[in-house]
């Protein structure tokens, strides 16, 4: 606030009774503003570039533990809408931007408020009356108070006071968004963009309803805010008069010299009255300029609750925990027994009512059933991607969840029915499914994936060939191809294969399913398959029929055909000839 309360004391200094001390006083007072304005630039310049250094350090490594403490937890944890893709994106973009401003901004700005007091009180008393700098002190609560709430109503409304349906209508307008620019070529397609504008505008809109009520009463407290702020100041004024006209400040008399000049300076007035006035005004609207391009304090420590609650929160299978005993050599014996399960979102809705299933080490077993009856599933709890409710689930007679879970996955290989892929070369993507893979074990999953051919003769720069956003530079069969060489890099012991073709073309199937077939001939290894096409089955050692959450038949497939019309396999098999 000095700078501020210096042009108006030298708007005094600049109007002396003597014109012949003119030059002198423009002299001091151009040096004292040369002087300021050297030690701000090089107190801003140092202050702010080392706070938003230790702002940026600060999001930086925020997002990176956040990130790192994500990826500790069990997939259940992602199945929750507060946890989806569009939210926590959200919240590493701009939630924990908004933290920078508890060391960055906030910190700055509450130490330039610091001084800036301290420094109005030194000048209003310095250069005013201590009567008049009283009287501004006293009222500095009260303007503080209206200053508040002017800032307040102005300020958006944080998350944490906003209602549920509310936050809820703000998340999915965003979620419409993420998923229309996720699922851009399926929107293309069905020439649905109209549509999906419409539901955004729809929340949009009802967003905005809700908004002009509260932005007339925000306009309404501000205005009135700051009304009351200016008839202080008024007041304020009215009293420095008051004690002008009582000579209380200063000789109001008119003098005059010998030459009827007059000697009398009034300009002090102006230092006496103005100066503390003036300087609390302009700090407090200096003040309010701050608080309106710094950060929400109040947004900054919920994004730092729900963050520190994200950092508190244990996982309930921990892939990097070191815990968990491991076996010396991997059979393949898998074992379900009584396993009841459903999801963590949807706990009503039973998915595994007591299913009981065994496969043999190096068995193909073969799952199938109507839509719903719980096979991915098991491949999920294979996986420990979940817990089951209640039962056990085996490997090699040894409870899974007493098994190092990293170590564990290590030893399986899953191909799902929608390949997915990451934007990068081939070789990355491949080499994604063993840590530290060389390029002769990759080369040597695609062989096996039957991949190699078309990525060295189709593809213009071979393994280091770009697959694009999800593989989009790539055909179904590629993907296919290219997610079986990643399975295979790590040489699993069990494969796991959801519905691996079932998205593909009949030519891309007939290639995929050839590679499938020799990969299980030329090693034998416990493959757990899910299929809808039962033709691709009919050779797997043992096809186990799931419904309603259950294995209700198991065999070969000669064995349930003989079972006749009351079989489910054998009703499945007549349904798609």
């Known amino acids: 606030s000095l700078h501020d309360a210096l042009p108006i004391c030298s708007i005094t200094a600049l109007a002396p009774s003597n014109p012949n001390t003119l030059y002198e006083g423009g002299l001091v007072w151009s040096l004292v503003f040369l ?159 109209q549509q999906f504008f419409d539901d955004y505008s729809a929340q949009v809109d009802a967003i905005f309803k809700k908004g002009v009520p509260r932005a007339l009463t925000g306009g309404s407290a501000n205005g009135v805010a700051m009304g009351l702020m200016y008839v202080i100041f008024g007041v304020q004024i009215y009293y420095g008069f008051w004690l002008m006209e009582g000579a209380h400040l200063l000789e109001t008399s008119v003098v005059r010299d010998a030459s009827g000049c007059v000697t009398t300076d009034l300009t002090g007035f102006f230092d006496k009255v103005m100066v503390p006035i003036m300087a609390m005004m302009m700090v407090m609207m200096q003040m309010a300029t701050m608080a309106m391009i710094a950060t929400d304090a109040t947004s900054a420590a919920e994004a730092a609750k729900k963050l520190f609650e994200r950092f508190d929160r244990e996982s309930s299978c921990d892939p990097f925990s070191e815990l968990g005993a491991t076996l010396p050599a991997v059979k393949g014996h898998l074992q379900f027994t009584g396993v009841a399960f459903s999801y963590p979102t949807a706990e009503q809705f039973k998915i595994c009512t007591g299913l009981t299933l065994e496969v043999q080490p190096g068995q193909v077993c073969a799952l199938c059933g109507p839509s719903g009856s719980g096979k991915s599933t098991v491949i999920a709890l294979l996986q420990r991607f979940y817990d089951p409710t209640s039962g056990s689930v085996l490997l090699d007679g040894v409870e899974l969840k007493t098994l190092n879970l990293n170590w564990l996955r290590k030893q399986m290989g899953m191909v799902g029915q929608e390949p997915v892929l990451f934007e990068g070369t081939v070789a990355e993507n491949i080499g994604y499914g063993k840590e530290g893979a060389t390029q002769a074990e990759i ?135």
């Open 35 to 193: 002087a300021v304005g050297v030690a701000v630039l090089v107190l801003n310049t140092v202050s702010w570039s080392c706070l938003t250094i230790a702002g940026e350090h600060l999001t930086t490594n925020l997002r990176l533990a956040l990130l790192t403490k994500l990826l500790h937890n069990e997939v259940g944890y992602f199945d929750h809408e507060d946890n989806s893709m569009g939210a926590l994106t959200e919240f590493l973009g701009e939630k924990v931007t908004l933290l920078q401003g508890l060391v960055g901004e906030k910190l700055g700005m509450i130490a330039q408020a610091v001084v800036m007091l301290v420094t109005t009180v030194v000048t209003m008393f310095v250069w005013g009356d201590w009567r008049v700098s009283l009287v501004v002190l006293g009222c500095m609560p009260i303007s503080g108070v209206l200053m508040s709430v002017a800032m307040a109503a102005m300020m958006p409304i944080p998350d944490q006071k906003q209602d549920d349906k509310d936050a809820k209508q703000n998340k999915s307008a965003g979620s419409v968004v993420g998923e229309v620019v996720l699922s851009i070529r399926t929107v293309a397609s069905f020439n649905a963009e």
């Open 443 to 577: 080369e040597e999953a695609a062989e096996a994936a039957n991949a190699h051919q078309f990525i060295t003769e189709d593809l213009g720069a071979g393994y280091k060939t770009q697959v694009g956003l999800r593989g989009g530079k790539l055909s179904g069969g590629q993907k296919q191809r290219i997610a079986i060489a990643r399975a295979l890099v790590r040489k699993p012991s069990i494969m796991l294969l959801d519905e691996a073709t079932s998205a593909l073309d009949n030519t891309s199937e007939k290639i995929v399913q050839a590679a499938l077939d020799e990969i299980m001939k030329k090693q034998k290894r416990t493959t757990i398959t899910i299929a809808h096409r039962l033709s691709t089955i009919r050779g797997a050692d043992t096809i186990a029929v799931v419904s309603t959450g259950q294995v209700v038949e198991q065999g070969t497939h000669d064995e349930l055909l003989k079972i006749g019309p009351k079989g489910v396999y054998y009703n499945l098999v007549q349904a798609q000839q």
